[in-house]
């Protein structure tokens, strides 16, 4: 019962280099999101996708991109890491529209941009 | 548009102490409530949940109600447990916007013995 999976779960860039996070969900959920979380901000939506092949910016969308080539994965990418995407990244799932259902996250992916 | 305000933290109590952690919202829309829970080095988890006016939520010895007169949904216990350690968040969503989440700042709780 694996749920959603990031992967890595640690890593360190230098300023420049790109880079792909990885999130895989088994729960055959349509929904997908993209956060990142910083001391003192909460967790800011990156980018979401409705169903394979479809992807929208969130309220932080800049610096990212994102593929939903398939169902189960959502990948989110950095062309050129910057010191200020260091952070915290998380990514959810959920079943399908409706507001009354839960997200469930992984358990998050640490990145440091030196 | 969207958002959550949440009492600053950390909150600090001793062992079977009362807990309360305020959250109020604005919303276009009729949200959907959550409080997710953060323990150190994990993800977020569902604690509990309320869909409609005056639901009350519950899990864990976990407690919210949702207050549509004061835009509120606050987060109790009746006796905190060590374990209980951890970041608190309130989260809407609303039924336009594909349900993302809004979130609070989040709410360090820390509990001593």
């Known amino acids: 019962n694996a749920g959603v999976t990031q992967t890595p779960k640690f890593r360190v860039l230098k300023t420049g280099q790109s880079m792909t996070l990885l999130c895989a969900q088994d729960?055959?959920?349509?929904?997908m999101y993209w956060y990142r979380q910083d001391p003192g901000m909460g967790l800011r939506l990156i980018h979401y996708s409705v169903g394979e092949g479809t992807t929208a910016k969130g309220e932080v969308p800049d610096g990212y991109n994102v593929s939903r080539l398939k169902k189960q994965n959502f990948l989110l990418g950095l062309e050129s890491a910057a010191p200020s995407q260091t952070s915290v990244y998380f990514c959810?799932?959920?079943?399908?529209?409706?507001?009354?259902?839960?997200?469930?996250f992984g358990d998050g992916t640490r990145l440091s941009i030196l | 548009g969207d958002s959550v305000t949440q009492m600053e933290g950390p909150v600090t109590l001793s062992e079977e102490a009362f807990l309360t952690i305020n959250c109020t919202y604005t919303?276009?829309?009729?949200?959907?409530l959550f409080w997710y829970v953060q323990y150190p080095g994990e993800g977020l988890q569902l604690l509990l949940k309320a869909t409609k006016a005056d639901d009350k939520g519950s899990n864990k010895g976990f407690e919210a109600t949702y207050r549509k007169e004061t835009t509120s949904f606050h987060l109790e216990k009746g006796s905190v447990q060590v374990s209980d350690s951890a970041v608190y968040f309130c989260a809407l969503a609303v039924s336009s916007g594909y349900s993302t989440l809004t979130f609070g700042k989040g709410t360090m709780l820390l509990v001593s013995p």
């Open positions: 729960m055959n959920h349509e929904y």
């Open positions: 919303a276009t829309g009729y949200p959907s």
């Open positions: 959810a799932s959920k079943e399908d529209t409706y507001s009354n259902q839960p997200q469930h």
